[in-house]
């Protein structure tokens, strides 16, 4: 099993503003996503339990 796990994450124009800055907040969405995919790739029994309660 590696250190860390990676996912590839495209922004969108929906995800800045008009110049292009990526507003803060999205970072904390991508890594509560990243986290959800970690948990149900490597753990997938925690994942379910936590996503059903």
């Known amino acids: 099993m590696s ?3 990676e996912v590839r994450h495209t922004v969108g124009f929906e ?3 008009l110049v ?3 507003y803060y907040v999205n970072y904390l ?3 509560g996503r990243c986290r959800e995919m ?3 790739e490597r753990a997938p029994g925690s ?3 936590s ?3």
């Open 3 to 5: 250190d860390y796990y």
């Open 51 to 53: 996503v059903e309660t």
């Open 15 to 17: 995800e800045t503003n």
């Open 29 to 31: 969405r991508w890594q």
């Open 38 to 40: 970690f948990l149900k």
């Open 20 to 22: 292009g800055n990526v």
């Open 47 to 49: 994942w379910r339990t």
